[in-house]
């Protein structure tokens, strides 16, 4: 059994694995399936946002990278246009020094673009990797009309919502799909008109429930005629925010009579050591999965097939391996970060519409590639093999990029939220941190304690001032859009900064890891994400679809 280079962790390298390896021409890994998630999510900083200057028009831009990156960056607008040309970065390849060596120096030159901005989004410059139109603060998003989004499918005018597909005016919602005004809620499915719910699935108008199934005027629990429910609805008020505060902790008590399924996952077949997949096929050790098929540790990704090692990747792509981000038709790519509609591509890098490349960054609709050089394919081809063959026996290739080539500082990237280390542990890895200077004076500011309670009696004066968050002490705005959304619902300026308010969505999921519990019904041993000294009702499948069906 292998020993993991970076955590000194034995993992096993299973015979499914080293058949895929084998397929695709790699050595098998020296890193465990953790180590690599944690050193690909280095390269993604998924939701901070910096003022900079563009580095082609001194243009003030909104930016994932920070004004000190070591990165050069374009406004998307200029950096998708024809003003420059990225094949003017090319060099030779030098077979006197280290492979990764002479990536980093090309990618340190290559312009990026400020965000991950999807061509034919409007008005969505404080977003990154959305599609849609009038979005802010969104992120993986693709949808109109909406704030504060993440992971998100075809919705529209919704607000605080994480991964979520098909849904329309909800709020403060978590994984769910096709709900329509849906507030507070966990875990629904076509659902509509309703508030404070709990995997509960085909339900309308009603306020308070958990494992409810195909019904309708449920009042914490208790099943209403229509007229009753209406006359109770009556005396809810939750544009007051005291009393939203009363039910949200009502809620909160009210989930711990729920029944939890041992693990997540809908209409998927044959797939082990997984949670919240969806319509999935042959997978093993994944998270967050929606139409993948024959995969293997693989996070966040959806609609792709043969995927080992892989993560933010999908939209109608097939054979990856050690990639993050891109895909979108995307066929056979290795070692690659943010690669789209491309083929046959390895170590390259924000790249589009392009095929058989090694080592690029920044090419559009390119072929035969090699440090953005452009050669025959012949030469290509013969040249490409020389240089793995070498990297290989060097010891490079088959590893991801190092994490001192990461494109943001380990602590404003995504692994600093599922796998958070110090300082010093960053940089005996190889990785690089920097510390930020959140600032603590706003002009005009007022405290949560000070915010009007209920919303009729906001003006649009608040959008002038800096809200405190209660939690954070960070300081935060509203913006026109929110406030309309607000006052038309009925619904209490938040008290939370956004990233706290992203965080307490992301609390209501379960963990990355697995153990060996007790279903609460049966007895039956079974694999779990929820802890074993959690006193939360966990069944097994078989008991979970006898009580709750």
């Known amino acids: 059994m292998p020993q993991c280079q970076n955590c000194q962790k034995e993992f096993t390298i299973y015979p499914e694995d080293r058949e895929f390896y084998q397929k695709i021409e790699v050595p098998e890994p020296t890193w465990c399936p953790d180590c690599c998630l ?22 003030t831009i909104i930016s994932l990278f920070q004004v000190d990156s070591p990165y050069k960056v374009y406004e998307p607008d200029y950096w998708w246009s024809d003003k420059w040309e990225p094949l003017e970065y090319g ?7 280290g492979f990764f060596e002479q990536i980093e120096e090309l990618f340190r030159q290559v312009p990026r673009a400020g965000v991950l901005s999807m061509r034919g989004a409007v008005n969505c410059d404080y977003c990154s990797s959305t599609l849609g139109k009038n979005c802010y603060l969104c992120f993986l998003w693709y949808g109109n009309d909406c704030l504060y989004c993440t992971w998100g499918l075809n919705v529209n005018d919704s607000v605080d919502l994480l991964h979520t597909e098909m849904c329309e005016i909800c709020y403060q919602l978590t994984d769910a799909r096709r709900c329509y005004n849906v507030k507070f809620s966990h875990q629904c499915y076509d659902c509509w008109d309703s508030a404070f719910l709990f995997d509960c699935r085909n339900c309308h108008d ?14 914490w629990g208790e099943k209403l005629s229509k007229e009753e429910y209406e006359q109770r609805l009556k005396t809810i008020d939750l544009g007051d925010y005291e009393q939203l505060e009363k039910y949200n902790q009502k809620y909160q008590e009210f989930k711990k009579q729920a029944i939890y399924r041992n693990l997540e996952y809908l209409k998927s077949i044959n797939c082990h050591h997984c949670e919240y997949v969806d319509g999935c096929k042959n997978c ?9 098929e024959d995969s293997r540790y693989v996070y966040n990704s959806g609609e792709c097939r043969e995927a080992v090692n892989s993560s933010y990747f999908g939209m109608n792509s097939e054979l990856a391996y050690e990639c993050i981000g891109g895909g979108t038709g995307a066929y056979n790519l290795k070692f690659c970060e943010t690669v789209r509609g491309s083929a046959n591509m390895e170590y390259c890098a924000f790249c589009h519409n392009c095929h058989d490349c090694l080592a690029c960054s920044g090419l559009q609709n390119k072929k035969y590639c090699l ?17 793995k063959k070498q990297a290989r026996e060097q010891g490079e290739y088959g590893q991801f990029f190092p994490l001192r080539m990461a494109l943001y500082p380990y602590n404003d990237s995504y692994a600093h939220v599922l796998f958070p280390k110090t300082q010093e542990e960053v940089v005996t890895m190889g990785g690089w941190w920097q510390d930020f200077q959140e600032k603590k004076e706003y002009s005009n500011q007022i405290l949560t304690q000070d915010l009007p309670n209920h919303i009729r009696e906001v003006s649009d004066d608040i959008l002038d001032r800096t809200i405190i968050c209660a939690e954070s002490g960070r300081g935060f705005k509203i913006i026109k859009q929110e406030l309309d959304f607000y006052q038309k619902h009925n619904l209490p300026l938040p008290r939370f900064h956004p990233e706290v308010r992203h965080q307490h969505r992301l609390n ?13 019904r049966c007895g039956k041993i079974v694999e779990s994400t929820i802890a074993v000294a959690d006193p ?13 069906y």
């Open 371 to 387: 440090l953005n050089k452009q050669y025959g394919k012949k030469e290509y081809k013969e040249l490409a093999e020389k240089i």
């Open 536 to 548: 939360r009702r966990v069944y097994c499948e078989d008991c979970y679809q006898k009580e709750i």
């Open 91 to 97: 060099r030779d390849y030098d077979f006197s020094r």
């Open 38 to 59: 944690m050193r690909r999510l280095a390269f993604r900083n998924e939701r901070n946002l910096y003022q900079r200057k563009c580095d082609a028009t001194g243009k």
């Open 206 to 219: 009603c306020f308070g429930g958990v494992n409810l199934r195909n019904t309708s005027y449920v009042f």
């Open 508 to 520: 209501q999921r379960r963990a990355r890891q697995f153990f060996k519990r007790k279903c609460s």
């Open 284 to 292: 093993y050790e994944c998270f967050d999965l929606w139409r993948v």
